[in-house]
């Protein structure tokens, strides 16, 4: 069973920093590219950041290009998403997600067939 648990979600003033994780079971993490998505209050879940297979190319949504840094550690099965200069547009629930295996990163949804169950970032101004 393919388990993605999200983790390192809180809340952190405008300008600040939040690193967060997602680990990974149940698949061979190596096989499958990896994406963060985030779904604002009221809004439709949307495409952040997503890495590829391994590792070496990725894939920015243009509002957090510059800010935001997608890497894994397929040693560990695990996915981070650094977030810098966070600011109030950047309040979401964040979902990690795993394609079907051996697709490529995509900034849509349609191969992601994994999703973990959210962690939740709230930037103050």
């Known amino acids: 069973q393919v388990q993605l648990v999200e983790s390192g979600g809180g809340l952190v003033q405008a300008g600040g920093s939040l690193r967060l994780s997602c680990a990974a079971s149940g698949l061979t993490f190596s096989n499958n590219a990896m994406g963060w998505f985030r779904q604002a209050p009221g809004k439709e879940r949307e495409f952040v950041v997503a890495?590829?297979?391994?590792?070496?190319?990725?894939l920015y949504a243009d509002s957090v290009k510059g800010r935001f840094t997608i890497s894994r550690d397929n040693s560990k099965n695990m996915v981070y998403l650094q977030m810098n200069s966070l600011n109030v547009e950047d309040t979401a629930d964040y979902f990690c997600a795993s394609t079907r295996p051996l697709a490529g990163p995509s900034a849509t949804m349609e191969p992601y067939v994994y999703w973990g169950q959210g962690t939740q970032v709230a930037v103050s101004s």
């Open positions: 890495v590829s297979r391994g590792g070496d190319f990725t």
